[in-house]
């Protein structure tokens, strides 16, 4: 019987081992978070699990791997996931996930971080949920520049060939969402949403990203819906709803060393609403950065009760005094604005101040109709300082161009 007994063993084992060693994918693929140990009671702390989880999805073989978490609060503290992978995932996210309202429990730059991943995809209907509401009156940012700085919600960084399609990213400690040398990344179908009062808490922000698609994105923050910084080229932004929030802003740009060119933006069918800015480019008056921000076109625009619907600015100062070194060597040139129209609710609706070392230069104004509607009273008006273009079709304010 013993006998009978150790060589049906040695055949299970047998089995067990050939199953195992021929079938290397027979691993799973599907990761539902709550079978793997997440726990969705708002409370416990989900960053070990999570971290685990990413490593078995990451580093299987073949085919794809999905990371599934369904509905519920699961808490989570500081995560990072790393690659590269061995396949591609894809993150489901149906539930919430909880930031600690302690910004102190968060010890990195970034809640959720992803690093050194292609083919990544982030999907579903559910929320990041980084309850900003207790760490925003700890921001002196903006009169302290060595303040310390609180966490962003998600952030990405050499993340090629990816999506972000239906999530809502709600109340960031700063920003929403950073995106840093990320190439080829497409962002859809997003809601993002802070109070219009909160500090620093832009919506989207890129450095040294390329080929980046937005659309049929809502963006209520109290910061810039989109940030576009140094060596971002080759961006399309359409059916974008931003407000409240500070616009869609290039820059601030030219303050540092060895920044790069910002080129190759597009922005059409977008509407702001209620929104301190709407079209923004703004470079400091510094040497540091001699660099180039061309080829943008704007086009299909509306503006509702916008404070700055048109604003160049290169003499960026938001806290003077700031230490004023040379004209800005920012070259601000090919900018088309098409078909921009709506409300302003200061006179100066159409704002294009240059540097006078650099003046902009084919700045191409079509059908702009853009109304006051303050309590100064009057029509809106323009201004232009160094810049060099042409306009034609409608044209409310009158331009200013040479
Ligand atoms: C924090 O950052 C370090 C350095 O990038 C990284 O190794 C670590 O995994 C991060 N931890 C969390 C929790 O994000
Ligand atoms: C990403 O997708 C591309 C194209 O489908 C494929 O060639 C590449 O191997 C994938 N990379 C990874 C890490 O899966
Ligand atoms: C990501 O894309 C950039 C630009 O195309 C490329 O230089 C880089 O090597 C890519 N990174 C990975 C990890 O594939
Ligand atoms: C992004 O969207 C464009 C246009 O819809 C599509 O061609 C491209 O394959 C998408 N890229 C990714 C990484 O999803
Ligand atoms: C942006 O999208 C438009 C329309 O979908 C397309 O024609 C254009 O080529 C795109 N531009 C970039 C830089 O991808
Ligand atoms: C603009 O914002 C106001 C106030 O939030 C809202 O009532 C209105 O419906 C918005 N308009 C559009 C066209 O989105």
Known sequence: MTCIASVFKALCLFVLFVAVACHPTNRPNFFNV??????????????????NIWKMACTRRGGNSKIYVPKGTFYLGGVEFVGPCTNDVEFVIDGTLLAPANPKDIKNDTWINFRYINNLSISGGGTLDGQGKESWPLNDCLKNTHCHKLAKTMGFSFVNNSRINGITSLNSKMGHFNFFSVHHFNITDVTITAPGDSPNT??????????????????????DCIAILSGTTNMNISNVNCGPGHGISV????????????????VRDTVFNGTKDGI???????????????????????MINVENPIIIDQKYCPNPPCEKKAESHVQIQDLKLKNIYGTSTNKVAVNLQCSKSFPCKKVELIDINLEHKGVEGGPSTAVCENVDGSARGKMVPQHCLD
Not at 212 to 221: A, E, F, R, V
């Open 202 to 223: 832009d919506g989207l922000k890129f450095g040294l990203c390329s080929n980046i698609h937005i659309s049929n994105t809502h963006i209520g923050t109290g910061d």
């Open 251 to 266: 820059g601030s740009l030219g303050k540092n060393k060895d920044e790069k060119d910002v080129t190759g933006l597009t």
């Open 34 to 51: 709550q079978r793997y140990g997440a726990k969705s009671d708002g409370q416990t702390d989900n960053a070990k699990a999570f971290t």
């Open 280 to 302: 923004r480019i703004k470079t400091w008056e510094s040497l540091a950065s001699k660099i180039l921000v061309s080829n943008f076109i704007y086009k299909n625009i509306q």
